[in-house]
C-alpha cells in the first residue's frame, strides 16, 4: 500500500512485483492442492479441485493432474514415447524413400555416355 498515488515509473515498478508475487503465491496454491490430493488418494478419497485451482493451473501454464492427457498418460505411461518414436521413424522413412526416389530420378534422366564404336 502507498500514501501517495503512485508515479508512472512506480505504478510499472509494482505492477511487475505484484505478477510475480501472484504467480509464487498460486505456484504455492497448486503445491498445496497437489499434496492434499495426494493425501487424500493415499486414504482412498478424493480431493475436489477449486476454480481457483484451475485457473492457477491455466495461468502458469503447468499440466493439470486432473486433465484427459494426464489420467491417459497414468493408464499407459509409454504411450506418448512411443508414438514420438512412430513419428520420428515415419519421418526418417519419409526422408530416406525421398533421397531414393531423387537418386533413381538423377540415374533415369542423367544423359547416356557415348559408346565408343567398334
Do not use: W
Not at 2 to 30: G, Q, W
Not at 61 to 83: I, T
Request: aromatic content about 6%; some cysteine.
Amino acid at each position: 500500500m502507498l500514501d501517495h498515488e503512485p508515479t508512472d515509473a512506480e505504478k510499472r515498478k509494482l505492477e511487475a512485483v505484484s505478477a510475480e508475487l501472484n504467480l509464487k503465491f498460486r505456484k504455492k496454491h497448486i503445491e498445496f492442492y497437489e499434496n492434499q490430493r495426494q493425501i487424500a488418494l493415499a486414504r482412498q478419497g478424493t480431493y475436489p479441485v477449486t476454480p481457483y485451482v484451475d485457473e492457477c493451473y491455466e495461468l502458469i501454464g503447468m499440466k493439470k493432474p486432473y486433465s484427459v492427457e494426464a489420467l491417459q498418460a497414468q493408464r499407459d505411461p509409454g504411450a506418448h514415447a512411443a508414438q514420438q518414436i512412430a513419428e520420428a521413424l515415419a519421418a526418417a522413412q519419409k526422408e530416406n524413400t525421398q533421397a531414393i526416389v531423387d537418386m533413381v530420378q538423377d540415374a533415369l534422366t542423367r544423359p547416356k555416355a557415348a559408346e565408343p564404336r567398334r
